[in-house]
T-cell receptor, first 109, second 115 residues
Framework: GEDVEQSLFLSVREGDSSVINCTYT??????LYWYKQEPGAGLQLLTY?????DMKQDQRLTVLLNKKDKHLSLRIADTQTGDSAIYFC?????????FGGGTRLMVKP | DAGVTQSPTHLIKTRGQQVTLRCSPK?????VSWYQQALGQGPQFIFQ???????QRGNFPDRFSGHQFPNYSSELNVNALLLGDSALYLC??????????????FGPGTRLTVL
């Protein structure tokens, strides 16, 4: 089955860019997603990318997809303290999402 | 639009008991998926319901069962609870058609603690 891996932790200063990385194993995944989870809350969809795209930009968010290496990244420009949360990448194949373990982003003022 | 709602918010049970969690999908959605999120981990897919039938199942034992009602709401039942069943249970709904990327909207979850 699909396996999705993420680094555990990232710390940045307010105003810097954050880059969160993810790798996946199943090349048949059609869509790849980035979700944000704040303490005590459910998951909020931030953005997604279709597997035939290389890049997608959505305001402060940029998603890069390297399908050959099965590598996905999320760049947050001008990171704010409100961006502190856990970020999950997820691969969509069939009817299910397979999530990575999450990357905790800490933004220091 | 109320979005995806789940009840109860928190639940405490003891080992061996049974539990039922409930989910109401977002308006206009007919597909409901359930995920288990253990502390410090990513969500894991339990199963998905569509047209009142289980459409796909993840790697979970038969102790986990579900149901979908004609109004598209859903229940997750867990029998013979184990300590390891303690987790946040997330419900997600999605529309069958209308969006190209099958976005799943998540509810706030039910926090289950098994003592």
């Amino acid at each position: 089955g699909e396996d999705v891996e993420q680094s555990l932790f990232l710390s940045v200063r307010e105003g810097d860019s954050s880059v969160i990385n993810c790798t996946y194993t199943d090349s048949s995944s059609t869509y790849l997603y980035w979700y944000k989870q704040e303490p005590g809350a459910g998951l909020q969809l931030l953005t997604y990318i279709f597997s035939n795209m290389d890049m997608k930009q959505d305001q402060r968010l940029t998603v890069l997809l390297n399908k050959k290496d099965k590598h996905l990244s999320l760049r947050i420009a001008d990171t704010q303290t409100g961006d502190s949360a856990i970020y999950f990448c997820a691969a969509h194949a069939g009817n299910m999402l397979t999530f990575g373990g999450g990357t905790r982003l800490m933004v220091k003022p | 639009d109320a979005g995806v709602t789940q009840s109860p918010t928190h639940l405490i049970k003891t080992r061996g008991q049974q539990v039922t969690l409930r989910c109401s999908p977002k308006s206009g959605h007919d597909t409901v998926s359930w995920y288990q999120q253990a502390l410090g981990q990513g969500p894991q897919f339990i199963f998905q319901y569509y047209e009142e039938e289980e459409r796909q199942r993840g790697n979970f034992p038969d102790r986990f069962s579900g149901h979908q009602f004609p109004n598209y709401s859903s229940e997750l039942n867990v029998n013979a609870l184990l300590l390891g069943d303690s987790a946040l249970y997330l419900c997600a709904s999605s529309p069958r058609t209308g969006v190209p990327y099958n976005e799943q909207f998540f509810g706030p979850g039910t926090r289950l603690t098994v003592l």
